[in-house]
C-alpha cells in the first residue's frame, strides 16, 4: 500500500495534544508542506500560514483559542483564501493535501471550521478586506490516549462511520448504486474519498460514474439545514475539496492518471462541482 493511501486510512480527528513540542526540523518540514500546496483545482491562491503560539506572550495566545475544543496545541495552520468561485473546495484541496502529509509525518490534526476565534486568527493573519480564513487546524502529537470529552463529542457526530458506499457512489445516474467490480482499480480511490473528514461528518459527497468511461462526476448534496451557517466559509464546499483531494491522491498511488474538469451532470437535488476525467 502506498504510503500516503495509508496515511488516509490512519487519520482522525486529534484534539487532544501532547506536552512533547514539534522539533525544529519538523517545523520546517511543514512550512514546506505549506508552501508547495499553495494553489487548488479551481485555480484560486490559498495561503497557509502556521501560527506557531509558542513564539507569544500568554495572552496573545489565548486569544487565538478554540472555545476548550483542543487541547494542548501550540502550533495552528490556518488556510487564506480570497472569497471567489471556487475557493472554498480549493481551501479543502489545499489543507487536506497538508493533513494526509503531516499524518505521515506522524502529527495529529483536527479541521476547524467553526469552533475557533476567526478574528483573532483574522488579526494575527493580516487578512485584507477580501479575504476570509474557512478553516484551520492545529498540529501536534497527540495523546497517548482520548480525553472523555473528546470520546462523547466523536459519538455526537457519529465520527467513526461513514455512510455505505451505495449510497455514496452510483453508477450512470442517482438511482443506480454503483457496484464495487465496476469500478475496477478506482476503488480504492473510492475507499479513501469515503474516509475524508467532513464538518460535522456530514458527508456531503455523491459521485456519478459516467458509464463505461473512467470518469467520475463529483457533486455537492448538502444537509438540510446546514446552509451557510457561518458568513466566512461554505463549509460543505470545503468538505468536497477534501474529498477531491483523497479521490486524487489515492488514484495518483495506484498509477491512475488523469485530470479535473468542470464540465458534468447537474442532477436535482445536488449541485456539480468538479469531473474527474481518468486517462
Ligand atoms: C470543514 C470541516 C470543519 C470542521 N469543523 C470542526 C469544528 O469546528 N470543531 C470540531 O471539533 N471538529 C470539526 N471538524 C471535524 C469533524 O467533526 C470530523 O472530521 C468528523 O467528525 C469525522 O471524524 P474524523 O475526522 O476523526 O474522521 C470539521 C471537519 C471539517 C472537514
Not at 8 to 36: C, F, N
Not at 91 to 112: A, F, I, M, P
Request: a positive charge; glycine letters at 10%.
Amino acid at each position: 500500500m502506498g504510503d500516503l493511501i495509508e496515511s488516509m486510512r490512519r487519520r482522525t480527528s486529534i484534539r487532544a495534544y501532547s506536552d512533547r513540542p514539534v522539533e525544529q526540523g519538523v517545523k520546517e518540514s511543514i512550512r514546506a508542506l505549506l508552501e508547495a500546496h499553495g494553489r487548488g483545482p479551481f485555480g484560486n491562491a490559498v495561503r497557509l500560514g502556521l501560527v506557531d503560539l509558542t513564539q507569544m506572550e500568554q495572552a496573545e495566545a489565548r486569544s487565538l483559542g478554540t472555545y476548550g475544543f483542543i487541547s494542548g496545541a501550540r502550533l495552528y495552520v490556518a488556510a487564506v483564501v480570497r472569497d471567489a468561485p471556487g475557493a472554498m473546495p480549493d481551501v479543502g484541496y489545499c489543507l487536506e493535501q497538508v493533513v494526509v502529509k503531516l499524518t505521515h509525518l506522524g502529527l495529529g490534526t483536527c479541521w476547524l471550521g467553526g469552533t475557533f476565534k476567526r478574528a483573532s486568527f483574522a488579526e494575527k493573519l493580516s487578512l485584507s478586506g477580501d479575504e476570509v480564513i474557512p478553516a484551520i487546524t492545529p498540529v501536534g502529537y497527540a495523546r497517548d490516549s482520548r480525553p472523555a470529552r473528546e470520546r462523547v463529542m466523536r459519538r455526537f457526530v457519529g465520527a467513526d462511520q461513514r455512510k455505505p458506499w451505495e449510497t455514496l457512489f452510483f453508477d450512470g445516474s442517482m438511482d443506480r448504486p454503483l457496484r464495487r467490480e465496476a469500478v475496477g482499480e478506482y476503488a480504492v480511490a473510492l475507499d479513501c474519498l469515503r474516509l475524508a473528514p467532513s464538518a460535522s461528518n456530514m458527508q456531503p459527497w455523491r459521485i456519478i460514474k459516467a458509464g463505461d468511461a473512467a470518469t467520475f462526476h463529483f457533486l455537492l448534496k448538502r444537509s438540510p439545514g446546514y446552509g451557510r451557517l457561518l458568513k466566512a466559509a461554505d463549509l460543505q464546499l470545503v468538505d468536497m475539496g477534501i474529498a477531491m483531494c483523497h479521490f486524487e491522491l489515492a488514484a495518483r498511488e495506484s498509477g491512475l492518471d488523469g485530470a479535473w474538469s468542470a464540465n458534468g451532470p447537474c442532477p436535482a437535488g445536488a449541485e456539480h462541482v468538479i469531473s474527474w476525467k481518468g486517462r
